[in-house]
């Protein structure tokens, strides 16, 4: 395998995710359209991540457990953790510094942990 070429999430209930992803978390719409799923744009409009209706049953399935998305961003990760706190998304503890930069982890409504990563200049 060369490379992730696309990832979706499962969530329990479309419309409060996409609301989340796209209110709390600045995530832009692709205009792409799939009555299953929310597709958001990334990497210079290219779509490279989804949430989506449950492929399966997810019934008393505890969802995000052991599963981290990282996203690059291009702000300052302090504005970044100001944002997110003012909209009352659930941060997972303080930035933290990585090898690759600086990281914040939050949680989203189906316990998904996404990590936002301002990148160390190489």
Same mark, same amino acid.
């Given at each position: ?9 499962? $969530? ?26 929310? +597709? ?26 052991? $599963?981290? $998305? ?6 300052? +990760? ?12 659930? +941060?997972?503890?303080? +930035? ?27």
């Amino acid at each position: 395998m060369r490379r992730l070429e696309f990832a979706s999430l499962q $969530v329990r209930d479309l419309k409060a995710s996409t609301e989340f992803y796209t209110q709390k978390l600045g995530f832009e719409l692709s205009e792409m359209n799939n009555p299953e799923a929310t +597709i958001f744009k990334f990497n210079k409009g290219e779509a490279s991540f989804a949430i989506r209706t449950p492929i399966g049953s997810i019934e008393n399935q505890e969802l995000g457990n052991g $599963v981290s $998305v990282w996203f690059a961003i291009d702000e300052k +990760i302090e504005d970044l953790k100001i944002r997110l706190q003012q909209n009352g998304v659930t +941060i997972l503890g303080d +930035i933290m510094q990585t090898p690759f930069g600086k990281a914040l982890h939050i949680k989203d409504l189906d316990g998904y942990k996404l990590t936002f990563l301002e990148q160390t200049n190489s």
